[in-house]
């Protein structure tokens, strides 16, 4: 066996040789700070976490605004339709109620009423109240039962 001594890389090979993000873990690594002072490496930590919980915070707003945008989005373009709908049933029936006009200026189209033609429908009968209503009607809101 021969002693042989160990290469040591030139400056240049051994910046190669780091792992390319090294500066940065260094610079924001709090080991080096705790060795100093105990609680400016706790307050880094600190610091770190508070910082990552603030993204995350700020990722699940940003998340559920979109989706609130896209519901009221959605909402809105049910709004519209159902205002054109709306808008259409109007001219309908203003259609319609043309038509029957105009009807009524041509008396010859109409049918002549006789009392043999008529209709008689039986009043409607007085509805009964319900048990439960009856019940409710009982119930006196304003007196306070003892004991409660």
Same mark, same amino acid.
């Given at each position: 066996?021969?002693?042989?001594?160990?290469?040591?890389?030139? =400056?240049g =090979?051994r910046?190669?040789?780091r792992?390319p993000l090294? #500066?940065?873990q260094? *610079?924001?690594?709090?080991?080096?700070?705790?060795?100093?002072?105990? &609680?400016?490496?706790?307050?880094?930590?600190i610091?770190?976490?508070?910082?990552?919980?603030?993204?995350v915070?700020?990722?699940?707003?940003?998340?559920?605004?979109?989706? &609130?945008?896209?519901q &009221?989005?959605?909402?809105?373009?049910?709004?519209?339709?159902? =205002?054109?709908?709306?808008?259409?049933?109007?001219? *309908?029936?203003?259609?319609?109620?043309?038509?029957? #006009?105009?009807?009524?200026? %041509?008396?010859?189209?109409?049918e002549?009423t *006789?009392?043999e %033609?008529?209709?008689?429908?039986?009043?409607?009968?007085?509805?009964?109240?319900?048990?439960?209503r009856?019940?409710?009607?009982?119930?006196?809101?304003?007196?306070?039962?003892?004991?409660?």
């Open positions: 066996m021969v002693a042989v001594p160990v290469q040591q890389p030139s =400056q =090979q910046s190669q040789a792992r090294e #500066l940065i260094g *610079s924001l690594s709090a080991n080096r700070a705790d060795r100093r002072s105990p &609680w400016l490496g706790n307050l880094h930590r610091a770190d976490g508070s910082l990552l919980g603030l993204g915070a700020v990722l699940g707003l940003s998340a559920l605004t979109l989706h &609130w945008q896209g &009221w989005t959605r909402n809105f373009q049910q709004l519209e339709a159902s =205002q054109r709908l709306e808008h259409r049933l109007q001219e *309908s029936a203003a259609v319609l109620e043309q038509h029957h #006009l105009t009807m009524t200026g %041509k008396p010859t189209l109409l002549p *006789s009392s %033609k008529l209709v008689y429908l039986d009043p409607p009968g007085a509805s009964q109240p319900s048990g439960f009856s019940f409710l009607a009982q119930v006196n809101p304003r007196v306070i039962l003892p004991g409660y």
